[in-house]
């Protein structure tokens, strides 16, 4: 049976009321599916406006220009456009295979299938970066602002 380790249980527990149940029910979902969906964990959820600014600095000269799209992971400066990360509304998931670290874009699809799923069932919608335009953020799933309260 999948479940949260340790690890992934603390880093949840910096997250929303909402976002934990979102994602204790996609636990149970992903259990329900275990022949076909991967063991999941997390890899973060809170984030403090200097993380978050760290992040943002990637792939940017000291001015905020992109110099390498490649390096850009976040649109989101920490300061006047936060991350959803910022108010523990946001999660970044991995999967694990074989035992392994695993970010392969077909098994976080899977793993988003049962995101999708429980936050419907309870009423809520998020968001997940697999589908962004701008670039691909497979790992990353944020509760939209109507139910981010």
């Not at 946001?90 to 429980?118: H, R, S, W």
Request: charged share 20%; glycine share 10%; hydrophobic share 35%.
């Amino acid at each position: 049976m999948y479940r949260f380790g340790n690890t992934s249980l603390k880093r949840l527990g910096t997250g929303s009321a909402a976002l934990q149940k979102v994602l204790h029910r996609a636990m149970e979902i992903s259990n329900e599916r275990k022949g076909y969906t991967p063991d999941w964990g997390i890899a973060e959820v809170l984030r403090t406006q200097k993380q978050q600014q760290d992040r943002y600095a990637q792939g940017r000269d000291d001015d905020g220009n992109v110099v390498n799209q490649a390096k850009v992971i976040t649109y989101c400066d920490g300061i006047n456009n936060k991350s959803y990360h910022q108010s523990g509304h946001a999660v970044d998931v991995f999967a694990y295979v074989n035992g392994k670290y695993n970010v392969e874009p077909c098994n976080l699809a899977l793993i988003a299938t049962c995101l999708m799923q429980a936050a419907s069932e309870l009423g809520m919608t998020f968001e997940w970066g697999g589908h962004y335009r701008t670039f691909y953020d497979g790992c990353h799933f944020n509760l939209k602002p109507t139910a981010a309260v």
